[in-house]
């Protein structure tokens, strides 16, 4: 079973649009939990992390829940600069585990 | 903003040949990473290092592979005998500590094709 699993995707969205991205985690010792965004052949760079309360950071929400071992991402009023492939992180131990990452293309 | 550097960006090496890449973590941070990613696939862990010594590795780093810190700004992934498999894009990161909410900050990262 792959440690944090998420829908490759792709999300096809037109801009303006809400779409709200998914992922599990295996690990229930995983400590803390974040998103991650990647451009194609880039590096990763953090975009938020994700607290058990949810947290919110302009159009970027973020939730866990830790019973189901489960973590969002909802982005509103998306724009076509969040076009980009979205990684799902737990950290344990001092290592993070990525999950594979869903890709979303946001369309004029 | 700081930023971790990794040199060289491309690396080309024949089979069974050592490659070393390299990288200089932000200055002030004593937690050092590395992770690869295969086209298309995920970011893979591979190992930690504080204190001059290793704190994890992942299934995938095997003796093939070594880290060292041999001055006080440079951290280095060695293979010491390249497979075709390793060929992929090497992330180095560093954070300033342990904090299981510190954020990782990644260089732009080094792309090994192994031919």
């Known amino acids: 079973r792959k440690e944090v699993e998420q829908d490759p995707g792709p999300f096809n969205v037109p801009e303006g649009a809400t779409v709200a991205f998914n992922c599990t985690y295996s690990n229930s010792a995983s400590q803390s939990f974040f998103w991650y965004r990647q451009d194609c052949r880039k590096e990763p760079k953090l975009l938020m992390s994700?607290?058990?309360s949810g947290n919110e950071d302009g159009r970027f929400t973020a939730q866990l829940n830790r019973a189901s071992q489960y973590i969002s991402l909802l982005i509103r009023d998306s724009k076509l600069s969040d076009s980009a492939t979205y990684l799902c992180?737990?950290?344990?131990?001092?290592?993070?585990?990525f999950g594979a990452g869903t890709r979303l293309t946001v369309k004029p | 903003e700081p930023e971790v550097t990794q040199t060289p960006s491309h690396q080309v090496t024949q089979m069974g040949q050592e490659v070393i890449l390299r990288c200089v973590p932000i200055?002030?941070?004593?937690?050092f990473y590395w992770y690869r990613q295969i086209l298309g696939q995920k970011v893979e862990f591979l190992v930690s290092?504080?204190?001059?010594?290793?704190?994890?590795k992942s299934e995938i780093f095997d003796d093939q592979f070594s880290v060292e810190r041999p001055d006080g700004s440079n951290f280095t992934l060695k293979i010491r005998s390249t497979k075709l498999e390793d060929s992929a894009m090497y992330f180095c990161?560093?954070?300033?500590?342990?904090?299981?909410?510190?954020?990782?900050?990644f260089g732009s990262g080094t792309q090994l094709s192994v031919l």
């Open positions: 990161a560093s954070s300033p500590n342990r904090d299981r909410n510190e954020k990782l900050f």
């Open positions: 994700v607290y058990s």
């Open positions: 290092f504080y204190n001059n010594e290793i704190s994890e």
């Open positions: 992180v737990a950290y344990n131990n001092n290592d993070m585990r």
């Open positions: 200055s002030n941070h004593l937690y």
